[in-house]
């Protein structure tokens, strides 16, 4: 199994896509009733002054249906994940989750993802993991890994078949 | 009492952040906390939110059905496990539909989610398991007042909704334990900025400049250094300082320790065995021990 299947399969993926669909919808509602676009959210965001991130504008063009132009743009990867705006707002409206699932959005759409986020799924599938052990440099130039450390040995899936097909079931689901 | 934790280690402290990893298991046991090592855990999910959030919840249900199968309680040190395994369980436990349907894909590997368990973190593990009482106790070195600033990780502090081991605006603990150390904890304005490591995926300078900002306060404000409890704020204060200081144009020469490895030298405990030959920045400046 491969990314692929993951993020673009032709029949899931849109049954994926009818679910973030039907999320993002549900947001709009709530936040069409919630969000007075006091901008509290912005004024705390870790991305704001560094990305130009404003949450607060996330939230008002959902609000007026644009979620394809979301979809599309860059802005939305620049999220830190922060949590700062779903904690803040006095309306519990949460930016970072419409992020989120804007994001989903975007990987279900075909887009493609960025970064190094397609090395760490590719990574999960085939060991469970992000990434595997890694060889780490001392103070003094040493390299060594953990089995040399005294620690023991990593604990990850045992049946890497039977956890794929845990996965494949995310990829493949009826809703 | 002694406590007992499956130990989650999630990705990165196992397969490179060895000196969080060395350092807990030196000083907890000694706090009478018994850490059982599981076979079979994978990644908690949260790296992959923003790729597809069922994914989260399924691998984070995973794990903690595993803990749930050897009847343990989990303790995730870090601050993204920590929030995965904890959202997933108020996800679980809020929404019965989507706990049949998760527990359905964890057939595939005889997995079952029932019940919730006990998810601590190291912050909480120390503070309000161990307590500031039998810390202290066991501090054989104190810290000689040493000016040290707390940095908590957005992770274990927000959303305060579903629970987190401290404040959301206001945490103290650290700094409690801090203390307990003979270390003098200093608040200072940057206290809860990011580390930016959330960015590291698809925006490494942007991660980095953040990383640089923060310590680059902490050095402007004449603090000693910085305890950190999260693997992935530490690959960035620590493993990362130079190139972080690169983003900022400037030298940053900040002594960045987990706080579990600042604990167990407090405890007597040797520097080697606490790792601290794997940190990067230049922790001989505190003069601790047998750190060089
Ligand atoms: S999301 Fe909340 S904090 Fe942000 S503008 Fe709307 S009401 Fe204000
Ligand atoms: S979670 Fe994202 S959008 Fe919200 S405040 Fe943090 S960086 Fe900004």
Sequence with gaps: ?175 | MKKKYALFPGCLMPTEQYAYELSIRETLPLLDVELVDVEGFSCCGEPMKSVNQLLTVYLSARNLAIAEKHHLDVFAPCAMCHLALSECQHILEENPAMKERINGMLAAEGLNYTVKRQVVHTVDLLYDQVGIEKIKEHVKKPLNGLKIAAHYGCHILRPSEIGRPDDSENPQKIEAILKALGAEPVDYPQKLDCCGAPLLANLPESALTKTGQKLQAIQEQGIQGMVDVCPWCHKMFDSRQTKAGETVAAKLDVPVLYLTQLLGLAMGISGEKLGLELNLSPVEKLQLGDVK
């Design chain 1, 1 to 175: 199994m491969s990314i692929i299947d993951l993020t673009s399969m032709g029949e899931p993926q849109s049954d994926l896509r009818k679910e973030l669909n039907d999320r993002l919808t549900k947001l709009q509602d709530e936040i069409s009733d919630y969000c007075f676009q006091c901008a509290k959210c912005t004024s705390g965001c870790e991305s704001h002054k560094l990305l130009e991130l404003e949450p607060h504008k996330i939230v008002a063009l959902l609000k007026r249906g644009l979620i394809n132009e979301l979809v599309n743009s860059d802005v939305i990867w620049t999220c830190m994940t922060c949590l700062k705006c779903r904690e803040r707002c006095p309306q519990r409206v949460a930016p970072v989750e419409i992020l989120f699932a804007l994001k989903n959005m975007a990987v279900a759409s075909g887009k493609q993802i960025p970064g190094k986020y397609t090395g760490m799924l590719q990574s999960i599938l085939s060991m469970g993991l992000i990434q595997d052990i890694q060889q780490t440099t001392t103070r003094t130039n040493k390299t060594l890994k953990r089995d040399e450390l005294g620690l023991p040995p990593l604990s990850k899936p045992i049946d890497v078949v039977k956890f794929q097909a845990g996965i494949m079931k995310i990829a493949m689901e009826k809703v």
